[in-house]
């Protein structure tokens, strides 16, 4: 049995009951429910259609996002997810750099990197070694100043958490903002990378080793093994090449938003919803949804 799940934009809330019925009507499902009447509706089929890519573009015309998976499993124990991009809706080493005055070379190399045409690790290096010489406290003028969250982000924590998940933040960013941003959407823990200092200014340096990739799959990992479960109990969420390691792996990967390199190669991609669509592809009906 699978579940097919229809998803729109909050903003626009575009999904009609038309397009939810007739599709169902179509891959011969069983009754549509609505989760969130014009934002998010599902149904359930016995077995995968074959023109489920075709519907999945034709739907990307209107703004509706698609999503088919096993129904049972889907409602999942830990959420993993990428801080910048994702959690939040800045690069923090953009940011950093555009205060440092070399901007739009740190954004270059980043989009490089979260494409995949970049080796993370180097290009991390790269981006820290032209922030050397800025003050640390330009991180909290950043974080108060240029930082926002994610829209759906503080529900889907929340709702998870209420619901007795555990909510990881793992990102190949900085310490110096994880932490803040996991405090304030509810995060259980946070892991990323840590900027050098010495006497309250930046050395352009970062701590080794560096948090990419492969560091995201070992905490997916580990995560999982603390809680006595398994890589298919967590629901990962990212947008760059080094989540893709994560989002193979996790029990249901979402490209959120994500890098076309991303999105080419993930199970699950939601170009349209917000964050609050990880708790649809859950199940979720938005009068469970927690707010705070």
Not at 56 to 69: C, F, K, M, N, P
Not at 89 to 104: F, K
């Amino acid at each position: 049995m699978f579940t097919v799940s229809l998803i729109a934009s909050p903003v626009t809330a575009n999904l009609e009951s038309a397009l939810l019925d007739g599709l169902a009507k179509s891959w011969e499902g069983g009754g549509p429910r609505w989760l969130n009447p014009g934002v998010a509706g599902e149904f359930d089929i016995t077995a995968m259609p074959a023109d489920v890519e075709q519907v999945w573009s034709d739907l990307q015309t209107i703004g509706i996002d698609l999503a088919i998976q096993p129904t049972i499993g889907r409602r999942k124990s830990i959420l993993l997810a990428d801080m910048d991009s994702t959690m939040i809706e800045q690069e923090c080493v953009d940011e950093l750099a555009d205060v440092a005055g070399v901007g739009p070379r740190v954004a270059d190399i980043t989009a490089r990197a979260m494409n995949g045409e970049l080796n993370f690790h180097e290009a991390l290096v790269e981006r820290v070694g032209l922030l050397a010489g800025l003050r640390e406290t330009v991180i909290e003028d950043v974080l108060e100043t240029r930082i926002t969250m994610a829209p759906g982000g503080r529900e889907l924590v929340a709702t998870m958490r209420a619901n007795g998940g555990y909510a990881a933040l793992v990102s190949g960013g900085f310490t110096s903002f994880t932490g803040p941003v996991a405090a304030r959407l509810g995060f259980d823990e946070d892991r990323a990378n840590t900027l050098l200092a010495e006497g309250g200014v930046l050395t352009g340096h970062v701590a080794l080793p560096v948090l990419g990739r492969e560091a995201k799959v070992e905490a997916l990992q580990e995560i999982a093994a603390a809680r006595g479960l398994t890589t298919a109990d967590v629901i990962a969420v990212g947008d760059g090449a080094n989540d893709l390691g994560m989002l193979q792996l996790a029990g249901t990967g979402v490209a959120l938003h994500a890098k076309p390199v991303v999105a080419a190669q993930a199970g699950i991609r939601i170009n349209h919803g917000d964050l609050t669509a990880l708790l649809y592809l859950q199940g979720y009906r938005v009068s469970e949804f927690v707010t705070d």
